[in-house]
Nanobody, 125 residues
Framework: QVQLVESGGGLVQAGGSLRLSCAASGRTFSSYTMGWFRQAPGKDREFVAAIKSSGDRISYVDSVKGRFTISRANAKNTVDLQMNSLKPEDTAVYYC??????????????????WGQGTQVTVSS
């Protein structure tokens, strides 16, 4: 069983930066693929980024490439999402997710077994 707790959300102006963090419980964190998803009001939850257990494989949705960076610290059981050059369309609740191993479809929420409660990110124009 894995429990995930996100932090770091808030209100920022367009062009600004935020760093989200997800703290995980459990002794097998280092074997989990960690992902970030987001859900804007009235929209489906969408994939943002994922990082493999060893950190040697990373995937991003096209809309955040070059602006967001996912990283993990297995010794601390944490995964971060550094978000730069934020845009109003990045406004959403951001969720941390986990699953053991690299999924066949890393961008599909259906392949993740554990979820955090989410943290709100609001980008003003």
């Amino acid at each position: 069983q894995v429990q995930l707790v996100e932090s770091g959300g808030g209100l920022v102006q367009a062009g600004g930066s935020l760093r989200l963090s997800c703290a995980a419980s459990g002794r097998t964190f280092s074997s989990y693929t960690m992902g970030w998803f987001r859900q804007a009001p009235g929209k489906d939850r969408e994939f943002v980024a994922a990082i493999k257990s060893s950190g040697d494989r990373i995937s991003y949705v096209d809309s955040v490439k070059g602006r967001f960076t996912i990283s993990r610290a297995n010794a601390k059981n944490t995964v971060d999402l550094q978000m730069n050059s934020l845009k109003p369309e990045d406004t959403a609740v951001y969720y941390c997710a986990a699953r053991e191993g690299w999924p066949d479809r890393v961008s599909s929420r259906l392949y993740y077994d554990y979820w955090g409660q989410g943290t709100q990110v609001t980008v003003s124009s």
